[in-house]
């Protein structure tokens, strides 16, 4: 991955997100966007992982959450015409957002994907 970078994922990509975080001078500008289900405890445990750097989309019903995290991705494509995008969780999710940028002409962009799951799927790896 090279900068500048966008990184989008879920709960499965925080170890990712935590990693980033600790590189982001050298990586500067790295983007990281997260859907994450609510949950009580979430803004705690943010605070405790060090990720106040990272975008959190709060899941919602028919994914109406989804349309700011295409927004932001196609601002930072629309930016950094040479990005490098990194798309992890998900499977539908990374297809949507892979769809929504092809859509910005993003020829000139890396992608490195890597869906951890898939609704109703098991063992993607």
Known sequence: MTAPAFVFGDETTL????????????LSPVTI???MTPADDLNEVRQLLGLGHVDIHLR??????FSAIEE???RFLTTYPSASF??????TSIQRLRRSL?????KTSAYQNKAYWAPGKTGLD
């Open 60 to 65: 919602r019903a028919d994914d109406a959450h």
């Open 86 to 91: 990194v798309l992890t969780g998900k499977s």
């Open 33 to 35: 966007s997260l859907e």
């Open 102 to 106: 092809r859509k910005e002409n993003d």
């Open 15 to 26: 170890g990712l997100a935590i990693a980033l975080g600790d590189m982001r001078p050298a």
């Open 72 to 74: 932001r991705a196609t």
